[in-house]
Structures are given as structure tokens and as C-alpha cells.
């Protein structure tokens, strides 16, 4: 009987062990702004499962899938390529979720399309990174390339402050500062949105899938093997998250402010619009990114961690 005893102790010790690991909250970090304005729903509505984290930089984000610290995390698409290679496979592809958030803001009245650029300077962010490359893959394929002055700022907060200031007359500006600069200036407006150019443009080079897919949710590798059904169930309550954002702003503004996903409900709700807020993954995911990694590998191989990705870079339930 003692030894009966002493074999039921010991596997309900084994089952409350499992089953506290089990209940152990997955460690999910996201940016502040729209690549972490997705997962509102999730932090809402399943706060005992995962455990947040909001990062002000991807440094952040790097930090944390190299210590282990993060198991789940959204990031820009470059960055996780990028973390594939420096990790040799550490990290996996779960889902797209954000695509370009990009707009060319002005207080011309007059441009209506790409082609009104010509013959202007446009001021932007993001030189030497994917907003640069971006940039050119559409005034190239517009034949604009020569016609068109880019002059870059060093910072968002910068340029939109000269946009709302009339410093500068034609910007390439991300939200949330589109929205920022718009509510300092009521003669402004986002005259042109860049992931529709970027789509147009692809289709004119024969790119019928590229489309430009700036946000994303990775996952550490070890963790997904060593937890399938948490991650299955991650995806399922970040796609409802999505649809929930997507269709209502309102309520999903309330909820960026109060997790701090961004300071003020009332610009959250602007941009949401603008921020093009997805949910993609498997097969789809995979037709949707590949394209663009390719274009720019081609622009510059150290963007995406100086190689493409192989297969076992894009996860699979």
C-alpha cells in the first residue's frame, strides 16, 4: 500500500508540474504604434494567458528574443528576417499584421497622383531602411527616379513638426504621425497612400503578389516546437483581435490607449484607417512576403540580415 502511495503521490506531482507549465503565461513583446495595435483584442480578452510587453525600439525586441525573454513578438518584417539569420533559425514567421503604413502627406491641393511629384522634392524618414527602398521601387517603376528629389529627416517627430510647421510642403510620413501632423494642420491632408503606389508599382513590373508588408509576429522556434497548441491558440485570438480592430475603431482606440499601445485614443482612432491592419498567415503569408524580401535583398542584403529566408523561416500549424 505504501508503495501504491507513494507511485500516486509522485504522478499527481508529475501532472500539477505539467499542468503549472501549462498555465505559465507565454511572454509576448510588441512595438508601441501600429504593429502593436493589433494585439489590443488579445490583451483584453486573455490577460491570464499571455504576459506584454511594449517596446519603444526594436532594439527592445532583439534584446529580448536573443535573452529568451520574449516567445511571441511583433516587429517590423525586415527585423525578423534579419533575426532568422543573426539567431541560425532562432526565430519563426508566424503572421503578417501590419502592411504599409506609409502616406505622402501635403498642403498641395493639386497632387493626386504619383505622377504629380514630378519636379518636386518630397522630404521622408527612413534612409538606408525599408521606407528608403520602398521609395525608390516606385519612383523606378514610374519612371520618376530622376525627376523626383528625396530629401530625408532623421526622425518621424521631425518631419511631421516641419509638415504641420509649412517647413515643408510634401512629406512621406508613417502613422501615427500622419494623424499628428493632420490634427496640427488643418490645411494638410494624405493626399497619397505608399502601400497603394507600392502595389500599383509591383503590378507594373509583373509582381502580381508583392505587396508591401511592413509589420509582422515572429515566434522563438524553441517555443513553438515546444508549444504547438499555445501558439495555434495565439494565432486564432490575434486574428479576432484583427477583425475586431477593424471593425470597430472606436472601441479598439479606447483599448490602445488604456494598454498603452499609444498615448491618445483619439489619434489611435485616425489612424487606424490608415495603418492597414492584417491578419495573414500559412500559405498566404508566405506568397504575400517572399516577393518583397527579394526586392530588398536586391536593394540591400544586410536589410533583411544578408540573406533570404529558406523554408523553414515561415511556420506552418
Given amino acids: 500500500m505504501k508503495k501504491i502511495w507513494m507511485a500516486a503521490m509522485a504522478a499527481l506531482l508529475v501532472l500539477l508540474t505539467v499542468a503549472c507549465a501549462a498555465a505559465e503565461p507565454a511572454q509576448v513583446y510588441a512595438l508601441k504604434g501600429p504593429t502593436g495595435i493589433g494585439m489590443v483584442g488579445v490583451m483584453q480578452d486573455h490577460p491570464d494567458e499571455y ?10 525586441i532583439v534584446a529580448a528574443i536573443a ?16 533575426l532568422y539569420q543573426k539567431t541560425s533559425g532562432g526565430v519563426r514567421l508566424l503572421a503578417l499584421n501590419t502592411l504599409g503604413v506609409l502616406h505622402v502627406v501635403t498642403s498641395d491641393a493639386d497632387i493626386d497622383s504619383i505622377d504629380d511629384l514630378a519636379g518636386r522634392t518630397v522630404y521622408a524618414t527612413g534612409q538606408a531602411s ?15 527616379t530622376d525627376s523626383v528629389t528625396i530629401e530625408y529627416v532623421a526622425e518621424h517627430s521631425e518631419l511631421a513638426t516641419m509638415l504641420a510647421a509649412g517647413q515643408a510642403e ?34 507594373q513590373a509583373g509582381n502580381e503578389d508583392m505587396v ?18 499555445q501558439v495555434a491558440a495565439f494565432l486564432d485570438a490575434y486574428a479576432a483581435s484583427v477583425e475586431f480592430v477593424n471593425s470597430d475603431p ?20 485616425r489612424a487606424i484607417p490608415n495603418c492597414h491592419i492584417v491578419f495573414v498567415d500559412g500559405e498566404a ?21 544578408g540573406a533570404l529566408p529558406d523554408d523553414a523561416f515561415y511556420y506552418a500549424r
Fill in 51 to 60: 504576459e506584454f510587453t511594449l517596446c519603444g525600439a526594436a532594439d527592445e
Fill in 67 to 82: 535573452s529568451g525573454s520574449a516567445d511571441i513578438a511583433a516587429c517590423p518584417t525586415n527585423l525578423a528576417a534579419t
Fill in 130 to 144: 525599408v521606407p528608403e527602398y520602398v521609395i525608390d521601387y516606385i519612383l523606378k517603376q514610374n519612371g520618376l
Fill in 170 to 203: 510634401i512629406g512621406i510620413l508613417p502613422e501615427p504621425h500622419v494623424t499628428s501632423a493632420l490634427m496640427q494642420n488643418d490645411q494638410l491632408r494624405a493626399a497619397l497612400d505608399v502601400t497603394a503606389l507600392f502595389e500599383d508599382a509591383a503590378r
Fill in 212 to 229: 508591401l508588408s511592413m509589420g509582422c509576429v515572429i515566434v522563438r522556434t524553441a517555443y513553438a516546437e515546444e508549444h504547438p497548441d
Fill in 250 to 269: 472606436e472601441a479598439a482606440s479606447q483599448q490602445v490607449e488604456a494598454f498603452g499601445v499609444m498615448p491618445k485614443a483619439a489619434v489611435a482612432l
Fill in 285 to 305: 503569408m508566405r506568397a504575400q512576403i517572399e516577393p518583397l524580401y527579394e526586392l530588398l535583398f536586391e536593394a540591400n542584403p544586410a536589410s533583411i540580415g
